[in-house]
C-alpha cells in the first residue's frame, strides 16, 4: 500500500528541520563590556578624574569604578544588578568607598514598568550605621540619553533630592549630577568622559 503524498512531504519536511537544528549551533550569549574615562568638575570647586567598567551579560550588570580628587585620593564604587526578564524586576546591592575611607552600602529592586522607565526603590545605610531609604525613576529620553531622579529620605525624615542626566553619542559622554540638600543648598558635578564597548560570547561553563 503506498504512502499518502501528504504525510510522506510534512515527514521529510520536519526531518529536514531536526537536521538543520542540529547543524545549526545555539545562539551564543553575548556579554558586554562599556568602558569609560574621563574627569569632572564640581561647583564646589572639586575635581578628578573618573574610569568605570560595566560587564553585562545574562541577566546580570556588574560595575567597577573608581575616582581620584585633585589631591590625590581616591574612592571606589561596585554594584551588582540581577534582572529576571519574565518579570522585568531586578535586585540590586552595591557599596561606595570615599577617599577618607567611609563606606555606605545600598540595596533595593527594580521595576521595568515601561519601555524606556526603570523604576527603583531601597535601602542605604550609611558609615555610621544609620539608614536612609530612597525610590528613583530612570527614563530613556532619547537614544543615549538616560535622565535619572531620585529622593532619599534621611534616618530623621529630612529629604535629598538628586538629579543624574547622562548622555552619550559617538564614544563620547556628558553628565550632570545635581543634588539638593535638606537646607536647599544645591550642588552639581559635571563630568566628561569616552567610552568603548565591547562584545564577545560568554565562555560555556
Known sequence: MKTP????????ACLACLFAAAASPARAEEEKVTKREGTY????????TTSSTTTKANGVVNRQGTWTNAAGGTGTRQSQT????????????????????ATSTWQGTKERTAPGVIRG??????????????????TKV????WDKNEVITTANGKTID????TTVANGQGTRTVTTKGPNGQTVTRDAQFSQTVTTAPVPNP
Open 41 to 48: 568638575t564640581t561647583s564646589k570647586g572639586g575635581s578628578g
Open 162 to 165: 538628586r538629579s543624574v542626566d
Open 5 to 12: 503524498l501528504l504525510p510522506r512531504i510534512v515527514t521529510v
Open 142 to 145: 532619547a537614544p543615549g540619553t
Open 121 to 138: 526603590q531601597g535601602t542605604i545605610t550609611n558609615a555610621n550605621g544609620k539608614q536612609s531609604t530612597y525610590t528613583s525613576t530612570d
Open 82 to 101: 540581577n534582572w529576571n526578564k519574565s518579570t522585568q524586576t531586578a535586585t540590586v546591592n552595591g557599596s561606595v568607598t570615599r577617599p577618607n575611607g
